[in-house]
C-alpha cells in the first residue's frame, strides 16, 4: 500500500478538524435554541393574563352570591315555619284571656251554691243558680277547660300552687295535697290557672 504524503495527510487532519468544528457548532446552536424555547415558555407562564384574574374574581363573587341567596332562602323558611307555629298557637288557644275571666264567675257560683237554703224562695233561687253552674261548666268543658286535679294528688308547681303546709301523716304523705283553697284549671295542654292549695310536708 503507497504511502499518503505529508500534503494528503495534513489535508486531511484539516478537513477532520473542520467537520469537528462544524458538528460542535450545530450542538451549540441547538442547544442555544433549546434553551430560548424553555425561557420563552416560562416567561408566557409567569405571565398571567388579565382575563384569567378577572374570571377568577367573578368566579368568586357568583360563590358569594349564591351562598348569600342560601343563607337569605333558609332564614325564608325558618320565619314561615316560625310564622305557622304562631298562628297554629294562636288558633289552638283562641279565647284563653275569655276563658281566664269566666273562672271567678264561676267560683262565686260554687260559693252561691255552698249557701244554705232556708226557706222555698231561697230553695228556688239556689236551683237556678244549679242550672247556669251546669251550663257553665259544660261550656268550658265543650272547649277543653278542665279543673286541675288536686286533693290527694302528689304535688306538681306546674299546676299547683302550694299556700300553706302541713306535717305529713298516714292518711297525707309527704309532698301530697292535702286540702283545695282554689280549684285550678287546664286550657287543653296549658295551666289556665294554679290551683290554690295545702302541701303536707
Known amino acids: 500500500m503507497a504511502k499518503k504524503s505529508t500534503s494528503e495527510t495534513a489535508s486531511e487532519t484539516a478537513q477532520s478538524s473542520a467537520a469537528a468544528e462544524s458538528a460542535t457548532s450545530q450542538s451549540e446552536a441547538t ?3 433549546a434553551a430560548s424555547d424553555t425561557t420563552s415558555a416560562a416567561d408566557q407562564t409567569s405571565q398571567t393574563d388579565p382575563r384569567d384574574e378577572q374570571i377568577e374574581q367573578l368566579k368568586q363573587q357568583l360563590d358569594q352570591q349564591g351562598d348569600q341567596l342560601l343563607r337569605a332562602q333558609a332564614e325564608i323558611v325558618n320565619m314561615q315555619n316560625r310564622n305557622k307555629k304562631e298562628q297554629a298557637a294562636i288558633i289552638k288557644y283562641d279565647g284563653q284571656s275569655l276563658a281566664k275571666d269566666v273562672l ?13 237554703a232556708d226557706d222555698a224562695a231561697a230553695q228556688q233561687l239556689k236551683k237556678g243558680v244549679e242550672m247556669v253552674y251546669g251550663h257553665l261548666q259544660d261550656a268550658l268543658k265543650k272547649h ?6 288536686a286533693a290527694g294528688e302528689k304535688f306538681d308547681p306546674n ?13 297525707h304523705p309527704a309532698d301530697t295535697v292535702v ?21 303536707a310536708q
Not at 104 to 116: G, Q, S
Not at 144 to 149: H, M
Not at 159 to 166: P, W
Open 31 to 33: 442547544a442555544k435554541a
Open 104 to 116: 271567678p264567675v264561676l267560683d262565686n257560683l260554687e260559693r252561691a251554691l255552698a249557701t244554705e
Open 144 to 149: 277543653e277547660i278542665t279543673e286541675v286535679p
Open 159 to 171: 299546676i299547683h300552687q302550694a299556700v300553706q303546709t302541713v306535717p305529713a301523716d298516714d292518711d
Open 179 to 199: 286540702q283545695v283553697l282554689q280549684k285550678g284549671y287546664l286550657f287543653k295542654d296549658r295551666t289556665l290557672r294554679a290551683a290554690m292549695v295545702i302541701v
